[in-house]
């Protein structure tokens, strides 16, 4: 199957972390995404990784991939309220260098004082 | 600046018309396409072109058709077979060439009345 799945809501408090988790199920996906999108507005990509790698960090946000288990998470150290939205898991299918992406239903982040 | 564009932001149309969603980009990326997303839920693949003059069928093609006569232009056709077509439709490009990643434009709203 193409399912990609998401915790639906996730509350925090300013300057906690927050880790958004993500299972997806074809293990032939080359990379992952996140992608956050803010009220009314397009997704914006935060960052991918290659299926060959465990982690990847970017300045506040780390991924880390569990090829074995199939799950990926999304941890956003020091969590400001700019932070909340909706985030979203993406997995890619394609051939030839162009990708489609199977997204998740996504994870509405909630940060409050 | 570089970028995809969406137009109209907000649309209207009554039950039985035809609609245009315009997407262009100036980013010379090869590959486009149009994602539907309906409240809380994920992004869905409606088509998707990876060259001029192609494009293939994505998840649910049904009731709507595109035209990638021009690499910067993939407008996507609303046409009233598609029995619900109220939703929030993103356009995308990716670079390609082995280049992983698909940014997004900001989106329209269509709303059936």
């Known amino acids: 199957g193409e399912d990609v799945e998401q915790s639906l809501f996730l509350s925090v408090r300013e300057g906690d972390s927050s880790v958004i988790n993500c299972t997806y199920t074809d293990s032939s996906s080359t990379y992952l995404y996140w992608y956050k999108q803010e009220p009314g507005a397009g997704l914006q990509l935060l960052t991918y990784i290659f299926s060959n790698m465990d982690m990847k960090q970017d300045q506040r946000l780390t991924v880390l991939l569990n090829k074995k288990d199939k799950h990926l998470s999304l941890r956003i150290a020091d969590t400001q309220t700019g932070d909340s939205a909706i985030y979203f898991c993406a997995e890619s299918k394609g051939s030839g260098g162009y990708n489609k992406l199977i997204f998740g239903a996504g994870t509405r982040l909630a940060v409050h004082p | 600046d570089g970028g995809i564009t969406q137009s109209p932001k907000y649309l209207f149309r009554k039950e039985g018309q035809n609609v245009t969603l315009s997407c262009e980009q100036n980013?010379?990326?090869?590959?486009m396409y149009w994602y539907r997303q309906d409240p809380g839920q994920g992004l869905r693949l409606i088509y998707y072109s990876q060259i001029v003059n192609d494009f293939q069928k994505g998840d649910i093609a049904e009731g709507y058709s595109v035209s990638r006569e021009k690499k910067e232009s993939f407008p996507l056709t609303v046409t009233s077979a598609q029995k619900n077509p109220t939703a929030f439709y993103l356009c995308a490009s990716n670079p390609g060439q082995g280049r992983n990643t698909i940014y997004f434009g900001e989106g329209s709203w269509l709303t059936v009345v």
């Open positions: 980013l010379n990326h090869d590959a």
